[in-house]
T-cell receptor, first 116, second 110 residues
Framework: GAVVSQHPSWVICKSGTSVKIECRSLDFQATTMFWYRQFPKQSLMLMATSNEGSKATYEQGVEKDKFLINHASLTLSTLTVTSAHPEDSSFYIC????????????FGPGTRLTVL | SQQGEEDPQALSIQEGENATMNCSYKTSINNLQWYRQNSGRGLVHLILIRSNEREKHSGRLRVTLDTSKKSSSLLITASRAADTASYFCATDTGFQKLVFGTGTRLLVSP
């Protein structure tokens, strides 16, 4: 149980285009999902907290107009990187927290974004 | 911002040896969690220890927490080559979100 999927697992795009990444909780309902980015050989940095049915909460320094987050249902959150640039190339990982209140976050397998 | 510093940054041991990783953090926490990440993959939750707990075991894993020193350690006993991965501590400060440490890269050689 407690499986989180991400799609796509990797994507290559041209500079200036937008890329959408999906995060799904497959066997549980998640009122809260989190988006992280990870640069090579570095730790995870929280970008934003996504709550179902409300606006995402962004961490300091994260541009909300560049990283659009939508949490339309209890099992799906999406992250759209708008007007992507090479410096946006990174590993993006989502996690989900069950609505039934455990402290554990379940992580997706990550999406490798490369912007040319 | 990064809450936790982990040391060592990298650790190389032989199969069968024990591996110890340490994590220090800065603010009060509700709980501290340890995760494993294989290269280029997502995170696997290993163990959660609450702020009122001092020690927890799960299989070959032993975690300690010292809230007075704001530190935690993860011990992997009788390590295996399959334990090769990066290990991260993450603190939950009570606002649902996790703040990750810098990570320890563990290499277990056969």
């Amino acid at each position: 149980g407690a499986v989180v999927s991400q799609h796509p697992s990797w994507v290559i795009c041209k500079s200036g285009t937008s890329v959408k990444i999906e995060c799904r909780s497959l066997d549980f309902q998640a009122t809260t999902m989190f988006w992280y980015r990870q640069f090579p050989k570095q730790s995870l940095m929280l970008m934003a907290t996504s709550n179902e049915g409300s606006k995402a909460t962004y961490e300091q320094g994260v541009e909300k107009d560049k990283f659009l987050i939508n949490h339309a249902s209890l099992t799906l959150s999406t992250l759209t990187v708008t007007s992507a640039h090479p410096e946006d190339s990174s590993f993006y990982i989502c996690s989900a927290r069950s609505r039934f209140g455990t402290d554990t976050q379940y992580f997706g397998p990550g999406t490798r974004l490369t912007v040319l | 911002s990064q809450q936790g510093e982990e040391d060592p940054q990298a650790l190389s041991i032989q199969e069968g040896e024990n591996a110890t990783m340490n994590c220090s953090y800065k603010t009060s926490i509700n709980n501290l969690q340890w995760y494993r990440q294989n290269s280029g993959r997502g995170l696997v939750h290993l163990i959660l220890i609450r702020s009122n707990e001092r020690e927890k075991h799960s299989g070959r894993l032993r975690v300690t927490l010292d809230t007075s020193k704001k530190s935690s350690s993860l011990l992997i006993t009788a390590s295996r080559a399959a334990d090769t991965a990066s290990y991260f501590c993450a603190t939950d400060t009570g606002f649902q979100k996790l703040v990750f440490g810098t990570g320890t890269r563990l290499l277990v050689s056969p």
